[in-house]
Structures are given as C-alpha cells and as structure tokens.
C-alpha cells in the first residue's frame, strides 16, 4: 500500500521560505515504477493546481507562478520530494497536496498525500 506523508508547512511573512517534505513509502516493489513526484495546492475557494513536479529522469516542471522561486527535487532513491519554497507571496496559500503517478504492467495509479497548511501572511 502506497502511502504519502507530507511535512513542512506553517505560517511564513511575505518574502519568506519554507520546504515541504513528501515521504513515499510502499513504492519498492520491482513491478511498479514511479513515473513522476510533485506537489499541487489549493486555496480557498479555488481548484486543486499542479505547482511542480519532476519526472524519473529528473526533469522538472513549473507553474508560470511559481518559476524562478520554488525548486522540486527528489533524494536518490526517489522515496522522498521536495519543495523548496523561496520568495513566499501571500497568494502561494493554500494546501499543498503531494501527488505520486506510478505504473506497473497491469495499471497505472495515482496517490495523493493528506495535504499540509501553507499560509503566507502579508
């Protein structure tokens, strides 16, 4: 079973920083391959948006909003993402969802963490 723990969040002034921490575990079977890490968010109000992510080869991916100030990175074996949040705006709030895609040859699956508070005070 495939689960996703997220840590990091809390309460940040503007111009601030926070990492987020998504540990993976129940991924190391050798029939199931994890195809891509990374974080979505969502504020009050608003949908669920994708803020980085990171594929198997280690190629990232940003939202337009969030580029040049957050990094997404992956330790080395791939059970642990981050997100390294630099320059905090007011309008980075939100809960921030750890998302996991992995494949096998039968299927393919989607696991989403429990969320963790980011508030970011102007």
């Known amino acids: 079973q495939v689960r996703l723990v997220e840590s990091g969040g809390g309460l940040v002034q503007a111009g601030g920083s926070l990492r987020l921490s998504c540990v993976a575990s129940?991924?190391?079977?050798?029939?199931?391959?994890?195809?891509?890490m990374g974080w979505h968010r969502q504020a009050p109000g608003k949908q669920r948006e994708m803020v980085a992510r990171i594929d198997s080869s280690g190629n990232p991916n940003y939202a337009e909003s969030v580029k040049g100030r957050f990094t997404v990175s992956t330790d080395n074996l791939k059970s642990t993402v981050y997100l390294q949040m630099n320059s905090l705006k007011p309008e980075d709030t939100g809960v921030y969802y750890c998302?996991?895609?992995?494949?096998?040859?039968?299927?393919?699956?989607?696991?989403w963490g429990q969320g963790t508070q980011v508030t970011v005070s102007s």
């Open positions: 998302r996991l895609q992995a494949g096998s040859t039968v299927s393919n699956y989607d696991y």
């Open positions: 129940g991924t190391s079977s050798r029939f199931f391959t994890i195809n891509d």
